[in-house]
């Protein structure tokens, strides 16, 4: 399985241009992610989907769409890029719902891939 | 309060030695808690999921004190490889139902030297 991967590896845009970005994960996850990752300030949703034809906002939504047309991918688009999107961007996907130990509910870990590097000059 | 809070070091450690980090969260109805591992340009890996009070794996013990809002990561015997960025993960949903809602703190640098 190769897990969760990430199309393109690195980018560079133009400020105003557009791009999409690509997550395809194969272990049948139902949820899936898009994060950003500055430095300083740590990992931050964008969006995320619980299931194929769904999507919901995150932390940080302004400036990206996405789109779950099929389970296994996961797509973010940029549709006029800005300097403050670059970023390191990550996709993540993990199984659906929650499970129980121990009497206490959890919710299961995700799954990175391997990270998107954009520039916006 | 921040959402989760760690010390961002960077800790120096010899090999061999042992070293703690510690990781706050400000939601008290939080029940899923995680640490993460991630290489410098490498995407998070999950190191430990936290259960109950805490649990062990090998060199690494992971804490859970839900009074105080506090979990901990305890390496033993550092090994060079050991040497990353530790993220402390937690979901701020009461009922663990909404995946969507998993807060990365900003993690917490290791450096193992020789």
């Known amino acids: 399985n190769a897990g969760v991967t990430q199309t393109p590896k690195f980018r560079v845009l133009k400020t105003g241009q557009s791009m999409t970005l690509l997550c395809a994960q194969d272990?049948?996850?139902?949820?899936m992610y898009w994060y950003r990752q500055d430095p300083g300030m740590g990992l931050r949703l964008i969006h995320y989907?619980?299931?194929?034809?769904?999507?919901a906002k995150g932390e940080v939504p302004d400036g990206y769409n996405v789109s779950r047309l099929k389970k296994q991918n996961f797509l973010l688009g940029l549709e006029s890029a800005a300097p403050s999107q670059t970023s390191v961007y990550f996709c993540?996907?993990?199984?659906?719902?929650?499970?129980?130990?121990?009497?206490?509910?959890?919710?299961?870990?995700?799954?990175f891939g391997p990270g998107t590097r954009l520039t916006v000059t | 309060r921040k959402e989760v809070e760690q010390d961002p070091g960077p800790f120096n450690v010899p090999e061999g030695a042992t070293v703690a980090f510690n990781c706050t969260y400000s939601?008290?109805?939080?029940?899923?808690f995680f640490w993460y591992r991630q290489d410098c340009r490498k995407e998070p890996k999950l190191l430990m999921s936290?259960?109950?009070s805490g649990n062990e794996d090998g060199r690494f013990t992971a804490q859970l004190n839900r009074a105080s809002q506090y979990i901990s990561l305890l390496i033993r015997d550092s090994k060079l490889s050991d040497s990353a960025t530790y993220l402390c993960?937690?979901?701020?949903?009461?009922?663990?139902?909404?995946?969507?809602?998993?807060?990365f703190g900003k993690g917490t640098k290791l450096s193992v030297k020789p």
């Open positions: 993540a996907s993990s199984v659906a719902g929650t499970g129980r130990l121990a009497g206490i509910r959890f919710i299961y870990e995700q799954y």
């Open positions: 989907s619980v299931g194929e034809g769904t999507t």
């Open positions: 272990m049948n996850h139902e949820y």
């Open positions: 939601n008290s109805a939080s029940q899923s």
């Open positions: 993960v937690v979901n701020n949903r009461a009922n663990g139902g909404s995946q969507g809602n998993l807060i």
């Open positions: 936290v259960y109950s």
